[in-house]
């Protein structure tokens, strides 16, 4: 069975960081991207951060470029997102996802067919 388990969300004050993790089980050596969805209440899922497994390139929303990176522990098969320099707009619940295709960018959620079930992160102004 496959399986993406977030962790490391909460609540933080503006400027604040936090250090998401997501952790796969199951068949994830078919994965050829991995990454970030965020969803604000009331608002549509966005692409925040992709990984590609093979070639490590990264891609990331304009909105988090240069605050937030994404990184892969191979050898423990988690990915993760580092989030500085965080603002109120970045409240949101954060979801891993990974699938067999490759990257296409940040890619669109019907891109992925596997989900996490989220951590909500919240920054306080």
């Known amino acids: 069975e496959v399986q993406l388990v977030e962790s490391g969300g909460g609540s933080v004050q503006a400027g604040g960081s936090l250090r998401l993790s997501c952790a796969a089980s199951?068949?994830?050596?078919?994965?050829?991207?991995m990454g970030w969805f965020r969803q604000p209440l009331g608002k549509e899922r966005e692409g925040v951060a992709m990984?590609?497994?093979?070639?490590?390139?990264?891609y990331y929303a304009d909105s988090v470029l240069g605050r937030f990176s994404i990184s892969r522990d191979n050898a423990k098969n988690t990915l993760y997102l580092q989030m500085n320099s965080l603002n109120p707009e970045d409240t949101a619940m954060y979801y891993c996802v990974a699938d067999s295709a490759p990257c296409a960018g940040l890619g669109r959620p019907s891109d992925f067919r596997y989900w996490g079930r989220g951590t909500q992160v919240t920054v306080s102004s």
């Open positions: 990984f590609s497994i093979i070639g490590s390139s990264t």
């Open positions: 199951g068949y994830s050596y078919i994965w050829r991207c």
